[in-house]
């Protein structure tokens, strides 16, 4: 899902700082270098104001159209599709490689993507909107409103959402990889993947010690709205979240079911670590923390709803943006949303699928990424290194990246590294 993922088939790991939602994780290297083919400028999208931003200059363009092509290159990633919008300068739409690796199919800019962790977005923002019609307290503890939390009468909302509960992920233990690699289709209920959580005893660290980043934080919250609402979660997301918003291409699936057109969806993250077609794999395992679909138009609008907290009292945004220390340079994490180096958003990764969705306050820029595989390249997210190598370029001053986690047992949403490797096609 969204996340800061990493480490597979020994046990998976909850993504970090940024938001992916962690699966099992084997090696790194990727499918081997396929040369993308050339990148195909797929169209416009409005601006914020409704107009259509002019096309970015030919120079800048020509610069992201060798980077991405370097970075697909030198990781393998089959297909990408990348959205650029920055207000007074232009705006950049490009699809690039292929959807599918046995036709060759190129990718297109209006297919359905899984958006994993990104997910995380979408639940908080439905959590806080009950935060201001006064029907839940941000600082209520998680056990008035559901029983059998470990240590629930002194985790907070505020603490699931700001990933600093001390709760174990359910992504990261052996018999939650056993199950799902033993029936990728199957379908998990809340409840299943909470029991997968609590089967270690006790809790990693007394609430609000330290971030780090756990999936079970999101299927508890996910329960609390439902609770309150009395509605599947699926349809208070998809009725008082998307619709407010103006999303039209943005769902939260029950089972495996995927709206057409989409890319096929690779990824190692398999039962023998080999590259496999993973599309059809039942997202049901990521529910309210890494369960949903959208498209490059409906992500472009989101990350400004979400940045500028659009569907919230100026209160609770300003809240929800209060981002604290994740242990990362240059990396904060509020209520369900990243700050990275001044962009902010989520990124997500789901077997087969990884995405980014970022905005860039001061200049008003929005970077939208989605990618058919999630295998990393050196221990680094696809995402991660697309969304570092455009940056470099159109923002210099505020690069995005997110470094491979500090430890294996310590994964983050788009891992955390050191030393990135070079993403010039010739390196």
């Given amino acids: ?32 270098a ?16 409704g107009s259509t931003l002019p096309p970015l200059s030919a120079d800048v ?47 297109a800019q209006n297919f359905y993507s899984r958006i994993g962790s990104e997910t995380k977005t979408f639940t908080v ?34 603490q699931l959402a700001e990933m600093r509960s001390g709760l174990w992920s359910y992504t990261t233990e052996p018999a939650f990889a056993e199950a799902l690699f033993a029936d990728p289709g199957r379908s998990f209920t809340p409840q299943q993947l909470l029991e997968y959580a609590y089967e270690r005893p006790g809790v990693q660290f007394r609430p609000g010690e330290r971030f780090d980043y756990c999936n ?17 979660i699926q349809d208070v997301i998809e009725q008082d979240v998307v619709r407010r918003a103006g999303l039209t291409h943005t769902l939260f699936p029950t089972d495996a079911a995927f709206p057409e057109p989409h890319a096929q969806g690779y990824s190692n993250q398999t039962k023998t670590g080999a590259v496999e077609n993973v599309t059809d794999w039942n997202p049901s395992w990521g529910w309210a923390a890494g369960a949903m679909i959208s498209t490059l138009e409906d992500l472009h609008r989101w990350a400004s709803v979400l940045a ?10 300003a809240q929800r943006l209060k981002t604290k220390p994740t242990g990362i340079e240059g990396a904060g994490y509020g209520m369900g949303i990243f700050d990275i180096q001044g962009w902010i958003g989520h990124n ?19 970077l939208v990424l989605l990618t058919n595989t999630d295998t990393s390249y050196r221990e680094f997210e696809p995402s991660v290194l697309l969304g570092r190598a455009i940056t470099e370029i ?34």
Wanted: a neutral charge; hydrophobic letters at 35%.
């Fill in 1 to 32: 899902m969204s996340c800061w993922n990493r480490r597979l088939r020994r046990t998976w790991v909850a993504v970090a700082t940024a938001g992916l939602l962690a699966v099992p994780v084997s090696a790194s290297a990727a499918y081997g």
């Fill in 34 to 49: 396929e040369t993308p083919t050339p990148p195909v400028a797929t169209g416009t999208a409005p601006a914020r104001d």
């Fill in 61 to 107: 363009a020509d610069k992201l159209d060798a980077a991405i092509q370097g970075v697909m290159s030198k990781t393998g990633v089959p297909g990408a599709i990348v959205g650029l919008w920055m207000p007074g300068k232009g705006q950049y739409i490009r699809t690039f490689g292929v959807s599918d690796k046995d036709t060759r199919e190129p990718m």
């Fill in 125 to 158: 923002t439905a959590l806080l909107e009950l935060v201001d019609q006064h029907k839940i307290g941000i600082d209520d503890p998680i056990s008035k409103y559901i029983d059998g939390v470990p240590n629930g009468d002194r985790i907070t909302l505020r």
């Fill in 216 to 232: 079970t934080n999101l299927v508890l919250l996910g329960l609390v709205v439902e609770k309150i609402t009395g509605r599947p």
């Fill in 308 to 317: 500028d907290g659009t569907l919230l009292t100026p209160e609770t945004q």
């Fill in 348 to 366: 997500g990764s789901l077997p087969g699928y990884q995405s980014l969705t970022i905005h860039l306050p001061g200049p008003d820029a929005t």
């Fill in 394 to 427: 159109v923002t210099p001053d505020h690069v995005f990246f997110l470094p491979k986690p500090v430890s294996e047992s310590k994964p983050s949403p788009s891992a955390p590294q050191s030393t990135p490797p070079s993403a010039s096609p010739s390196s």
